[in-house]
Each structure stands twice: as C-alpha cells, then as structure tokens.
C-alpha cells in the first residue's frame, strides 16, 4: 500500500535529490523489480562505504530534479521502480559494487547513469566497472610516463662504459707494452 505524497513532501524530496545531484559526481539508475525489502537492505549495506546514497526514487520527482538542474536522461530509465547511486565519490567502484550485487541477486539491472556532463549506457556502466581502481591506473600511467625517461638513462650510461671500457683496453695496453716505464723514463730526466 502507497501513501500519497503531500505536495509539501514533494517539493521536499525534489530539494532533497536536487542536494544530491550537487554533491555528486555521478549517479546510476537501477531497476530493482523483484527484489525482497531483505535483498535490497543488503544492496544498500554493500552501497554505503563507497556511494553513501542509494535510494529510490520517485520517477517524476527525480525528473524535476534533473530538469531544475538542466540535466536529462532518456525516459526508459526513470519509468518502473528506480533506484539510484548518488555518487559523491568516484563512480567505477559504484558501477562495479551494482554490478556485483546484480549478479547476486540477479534481480538488479543497471539501467545508464550521468558522469561529467555525459550519459552513460548500461554497457559503458558495465566497462567502467571492469576499469582497474584509480590507483592502479595512476601507477600505469607513471610507468608509461617514467619508461623512456629510463630508457634514455639506459642509453647515455652504455655510451659512458663503452668509453670506459676504450679508455681502460688504451691504458692496459700501454701498460703491457712497457710504454708505462718509457713515459716514467720521459717524465724524470735525471
């Protein structure tokens, strides 16, 4: 049984998603039909670490929302029952943590989501999820940023050996050759 919404209770969970949105860097819209209230509660355990918000939504309170804040998304995902990750951190481990709890419960579909001014698919969710975490692709960048600094270091150090090495096969010779004692000879004329 629904209880309808006051029009006071409206403008407030319209003020309410409107905050969210702001102190958001991404949402993601789920279809949770099918899910027990038990299943849902553990969606939401596994979503507070990370996302803190995950909730359902009214469908049209939601729209007015996104309008006020000049944002939209397509109209298929905001019709049956929606839920959203309001996304205060980064989204990947969010897509990733839905994801995981789809296929759990394999009741849960994610349905697109907004990030950076753009719309996201289900499909571009699904492979932002499968992104490694942020810090393993900052220590893959760095490799790739320090790698020809490494390899120029490589090049210039061989070129000083081999000099070296000249240097060293020029000195042993003349010390084999007795060249070494003609110079002592050369230099001490007494």
Not at 162 to 176: F, S
């Amino acid at each position: 049984m629904s209880l309808a919404l006051s029009r006071e209770d409206k403008l407030q969970r319209v003020a309410q998603y409107i905050q969210q949105l702001d102190e958001s860097q991404g949402i993601i819209l789920v279809d949770y039909r099918g899910l027990t209230v038990a299943e849902l509660e553990n969606v939401r355990k596994q979503m507070r670490p990370i996302a803190r918000q995950f909730q359902i939504v009214k469908n049209r309170l939601l729209v007015r929302a996104l309008e006020q804040r000049r944002m939209s998304l397509p109209e298929e995902w905001l019709v049956g029952p929606t839920a959203v990750s309001f996304c205060r951190e980064e989204v990947p481990p969010v897509a990733k943590a839905l994801m995981e709890a789809g296929k759990e419960t394999e009741k849960l579909f994610l349905k697109g989501g907004w990030m950076n001014q753009a719309i996201l698919s289900a499909e571009q969710l699904k492979s932002i999820a499968e992104l490694p975490p942020r810090e393993v692709l900052l220590a893959q960048v760095l490799g790739v940023i320090h790698g020809p600094g490494r390899q120029a270091a490589g090049v210039v150090a061989s070129g000083i050996r081999q000099v070296l090495n000249v240097v060293r096969a020029y000195v042993d010779k003349l010390e084999e050759g007795g060249a070494g004692a003609d110079l002592e000879a050369a230099a001490d004329p007494a």
